[in-house]
């Protein structure tokens, strides 16, 4: 049996970034940007408007102080259009946020400090003057061109993970799509003879299938694409027919089940008929039963991750060996979650000298955190997972961690 990590490394050695992908930035969320983007012009394109107000001459305000200044109002200048006049000493123009700045005017008098409201009142219309309250000095409430982005600066660097600011601003210059590393398609096959999907009415000897779903989510957490297949049936012929389709049009499989040492545990005999089996069998718990290996199929290999058939076993499994090669191909930070110090609420026995990942709740009391086991932790106890915050891990040659030990919690 290999160890944890000698099984992970494994893996991840066969496993490879995915290529580029000119992709819609609003798929591109939490994806791993695959080269520096560059403005193609400026932002702003042209110097304007920051407030609702007038363009005017900023020297026409210098006199406020010692006597009323009256400006001519000569025009209006909404956003998305441009004045075609130009603003003389004496000169205003009404003008919206946003706005290009009109020939001329060299700052702009915000609606507060002037009188328009008071003359609106009485005319009932736009006034052909206004009256400035507040001196004002040469570029206020002006955005100078180019203020946010240069033309030719570098706006996106490569290996950046793209967050929704990082979006916004690929738009704010035009690009529609970006170049990231594309996103893994993953094959989900369960199997069995006794499993069944919701919602179906059981019977009895029937299992319904919850790794498919607790796999997929686990997938779709981490940006990750999934396509479930029907249940493998405990056939050759079957399950052979669902890898020749995944390895065709997948990047990885994950199948649940059929990895044991059952006489229908079929997995390993097919995916030998059709690549290699790296590794089977894990020293841990839960998940001993874990399988790697390569199929090939066209012109490609297509690595295959076996996990065990247990719910929990598959859930635990899956965060130590697939959620790693899921990240590495995105071309993701793959190392291991982030854990905390907790103290252990109770002891962990390890009764057969495998590395135990036992499922915790956290809680905080007075300034520390204590972690405390989930109840039953059997394999098929898929609760201790559904209520687990993260796992702790007890060493292969350690029989027991005691309640009161300073553990690190593995975070999920």
């Given at each position: ?317 899956f965060e130590l060996f697939a959620r790693p090669a899921i990240l590495k191909m995105m071309n993701k930070d793959f190392k291991n979650r982030n854990t ?6 109770s002891d962990i026995v390890n009764t057969d000298n495998r590395e135990v990942y036992a499922r915790v709740q956290l809680n905080n009391k007075n300034n ?45």
């Amino acid at each position: 049996m290999l160890s944890v990590n000698a099984a992970q490394k494994k893996i991840l050695t066969n496993i490879k970034v995915l290529p580029l992908k000119n992709t819609p930035i609003l798929d591109c969320l939490e994806q791993v940007l695959g080269k520096n983007i560059f403005s193609s012009i400026n932002v702003p394109l042209r110097d304007n408007s920051s407030m609702d107000g007038y363009a005017i001459q900023a020297n026409d305000t210098k006199q406020i102080s010692r006597e009323n200044v009256v400006l001519d109002v000569i025009g209006e200048n909404q956003a998305g259009s441009i004045f075609k006049g130009q603003i003389k000493q004496g000169e205003a123009v009404r003008i919206m946020t946003g706005a290009i700045i009109p020939k001329g005017a060299d700052a702009v008098v915000p609606f507060e400090d002037t009188d328009e409201y008071e003359r609106k009142k009485q005319v009932n219309r736009l006034p052909k003057q206004v009256q400035i309250h507040k001196a004002i000095k040469i570029n206020e409430n002006i955005r100078k061109a180019a203020e946010d982005t240069k033309k030719g600066s570098k706006i996106l660097k490569k290996g950046t993970i793209l967050s929704p600011g990082h979006i916004g601003l690929a738009a704010s210059v035009g690009i529609d799509k970006l170049p990231i590393t594309r996103k893994p398609l993953v094959a989900i096959i369960s199997s069995g003879n006794e499993i069944i999907r919701p919602p179906k009415k059981i019977q009895p000897g029937q299992v319904y299938d919850s790794n498919t779903y607790s796999i997929a989510s686990q997938i779709k957490k981490i940006g990750g694409d999934y396509k479930i297949y029907s249940i493998a049936k405990d056939t050759i012929k079957n399950i052979q027919s669902k890898l020749d389709h995944a390895s065709k049009h997948c990047d990885l499989i994950i199948s649940t089940a059929g990895v044991s040492k059952g006489d229908y545990d079929l997995f390993k005999e097919v995916v030998n008929m059709n690549g290699k089996i790296d590794f089977w069998s894990i020293r841990m718990k839960p998940g001993k039963p874990l399988m790697f290996g390569m199929i090939k199929a066209k012109n490609k290999q297509v690595p295959h991750i076996g996990l065990p058939g247990n719910p929990v076993s598959a859930m635990v499994t899956f965060e130590l060996f697939a959620r790693p090669a899921i990240l590495k191909m995105m071309n993701k930070d793959f190392k291991n979650r982030n854990t905390i110090q907790a103290i252990l609420n109770s002891d962990i026995v390890n009764t057969d000298n495998r590395e135990v990942y036992a499922r915790v709740q956290l809680n905080n009391k007075n300034n520390k955190a204590f972690a405390t086991i989930t109840g039953e932790q059997g394999s098929g106890i898929l609760q201790s997972m559904s209520l687990a915050d993260g796992l702790v891990k007890c060493p292969a040659r350690q029989k027991i961690l005691k309640k009161g030990a300073v553990v690190q919690v593995i975070l999920l």
